[in-house]
């Protein structure tokens, strides 16, 4: 997949372009039928999909203290638009006098001029331009007399709503890593470098992966069960585990870090980066009276991980 900053409007001739329109974190079930729809309108024409998305995401330069965090980063969102047969991931800066454009401005000098859409499809709650003036209905107005055709795709529901970014970190705000796993179509993952930490892991027989994760959203504070991948690993083996997100208050606390023990594991993971995928909570964060009794605790959270592993299996993640 081609991936291309549009840091100027310029026309980029991409063969009869079939464009999807969003922010995109997370790609979760949502997002995915709008992608699919782009791309079986591009194979239909023989012509390009491309998803078009926004960086920094809108709300960090309209509402920089209402911000929310992001699922994903964006290498990590267009890792999965491309293994969904986006074709071109089209970024494009937002800034202040982007969000001034008229939704006729926009149709004309980003969908028509810069991308050369052929087609749009955009979900039915689509809101665009100025102050968010412009809709479904006004975008199918502007692509008549511009040129492309618009699909409103329905949204996707779950639990009787609509599936939205915000419901699932809502979701992972709760430690509902099962939740959030129905709304996205995949486990809830987050990345990091395998980074020193103070070893007190090893030293009571249980060694930690310390990781420094690069996603901004993390489920809530406790235990869970988990699967690792090492990516740049050639056969993308997924690694049982136990991760404790946390302050550690056993220990006196401190900053929240992300501790994945991997299970029946001793190769030497120092500098690599590990993906972990969230199947389950096991529990919430507890101080304990001391090493032995977290020892004791944290051997059970094992014992019940590796049951509820093994039940899963090592499919791929779903």
């Known amino acids: ?22 922010n995109f974190d997370g790609v979760h079930r949502g997002h995915r ?9 591009a194979r239909k024409r023989g012509g390009t999909a491309v998803a078009l998305t926004f960086d920094p995401h809108p709300s960090r330069v309209l509402s920089p203290d209402r911000a929310p965090s992001t699922l994903m980063t964006l290498d990590q969102r267009a890792e999965a638009l491309a293994a969904l047969g986006i074709d071109c991931l089209a970024v494009l800066p937002f800034t202040f006098g982007l969000s001034r454009l008229t939704p006729a401005d926009f149709a004309r000098t980003v ?22 003036e412009g809709d479904l209905t006004v975008l199918a107005r502007l692509g008549d007399s511009l040129g492309f055709a618009v699909r409103g795709s329905p949204p996707v529901v779950h639990e009787g709503a609509p599936i939205s970014s915000t419901r699932i970190r809502e979701a992972l705000a709760r430690g509902a890593v099962r939740a959030a796993r129905e709304m996205l ?81 001793n190769g030497d993971l120092y500098g690599r980066t590990l993906r972990a995928e969230f199947e389950e909570r096991l ?7 001391g ?28």
């Open 185 to 265: 179509g995949r486990r809830f993952f987050v990345e990091g470098t395998v980074v020193k930490g103070d070893g007190r892991g090893r030293e009571i027989g249980l060694p930690t992966a310390n990781l420094a994760i690069v996603n901004e959203t993390l489920p809530a504070r406790g235990v869970y069960a988990c699967w690792c991948r090492r990516l740049g690993e050639a056969d993308g083996t997924l690694l049982p585990a136990v991760l404790n997100i946390g302050h550690r208050p056993t220990f006196g606390g401190g900053a929240v870090s992300v501790e994945a023990h991997l299970l029946d594991f």
């Open 291 to 318: 090493a032995e009794a977290l020892v004791a605790q944290v051997q059970d959270d094992v014992a019940r991980a590796r049951r509820m592993l093994d039940i899963v299996g090592r499919g791929p993640a779903a």
């Open 111 to 132: 969908l028509r001029d810069a991308v050369e859409a052929r087609v749009v499809v955009v979900g039915e709650n689509f809101r665009f331009g100025r102050g968010r």
């Open 1 to 22: 997949m081609d991936r291309v900053r549009l840091d100027t409007l310029a026309p980029r001739g991409w063969r009869e372009p079939a464009v999807t329109v969003g």
């Open 283 to 289: 529990r919430e964060e507890r101080t304990f009276a």
């Open 33 to 41: 039928s709008l992608v699919e729809a782009a791309v079986r309108e």
